[in-house]
């Protein structure tokens, strides 16, 4: 064997070992990662808290065995500082003991809201600063007038009412929807409850084989016409619609469940999509303003642990607000929710 051969085989006997080398250590490398646990950093706290939303959410509440039976107030409940406080009471109007049912316009300036003495409940205004009232409907029979809806512009609303001696609790068939100018003026609409203004100016509004859009409120000729079907049970009084300040989600609570359908183009829309589910027993929702938050009321299976409750629309995340077992579950209703 020559000099040059054994420089040869001197040299790749040196590159293999290099190799060799190279190789224990990567498999030395992998089989650390592979022994390390892949974790997920979780968040501090205060960076959990952070990134749910608070405000003040506006709730309509009766407090159980007060001395006079059904009366109720509408609160206001600051999340960050968890404080629950009268915001409208009988104390404010001497002449109406019940407050319920409403929604503050789109500037915030004005709150609109249902209010009853004895058997007879009209729609009233208050100004969000100095608390002034003013009647917006008036019946000479009467009446059960709940739900009041702004209209995007602000110079109408829409209410769901019946006369007294036609309620027949939860049965939808004898709900009428009217339009109210602000002045006194009401026009029928349609039968059914719970109207919801979108943004672009058209009415939702519940009827006990679905949801129904109205396209054109000022064309008398304008029937609505039906956008998802009630398959497993009729809609009753009892369930809620609720729509995003945007337009994009629509809620609506069903019995042990509530279903959150997105909406992309409202103007081609010819039937909702499937909607997500949420398992639970809710109700009375309300949108937080950047639209990606939902209050409920919600109860467990027995009907008990009354607690507000806010979800992340797009992670289904819950995060537990207050505690209502105090206050009566089905005189309870959610109104508006304020950054």
Known sequence: MNNTSKVLIGLIVIMASVLIVLLV????????????PTTTQKPEQSEIVESWPEGKVYLSLSKKNEQQEG?????????????LEKYLSEDNKEKNKNFSTGQFSTDREKMIFSSSSKEDSQIYTVDRDNKKYQQITFSERESHKRLPSWSPDQKSIAYQSTYADDYKGYFLGNWDIFINNLNGNDRFITKGANPVFLPNGNLLVLKQNGIYL??????????????????????T????????????YLALTYPEKVLIFEVNDWSKLSLLNE???IKIQASCSVFYPDNKFIIFQEVDEKNENHQLVVYNIETLEKRNLIDLSEYEQFNTFSIDWTK
């Not at 009366?71 to 404080?83: A, D, G, L």
Request: hydrophobic share 30%; no cysteine; proline share 5%.
């Open 214 to 235: 109205f396209n054109n409120l000022d064309d008398p000729n304008d029937k609505g016409h039906a956008i998802w079907f009630s398959i497993e049970t009729p809609i």
């Open 25 to 36: 250590l990567i498999f030395k490398e992998k089989n650390n990662q592979n022994l390390t």
């Open 275 to 277: 909607p997500t589910i």
């Open 71 to 83: 009366t109720s107030s509408i609160y206001q409940y600051n999340i960050k500082t968890n404080k």
């Open 237 to 248: 009084i009892g369930m809620n619609l609720s729509v995003s300040n945007n337009g994009k």
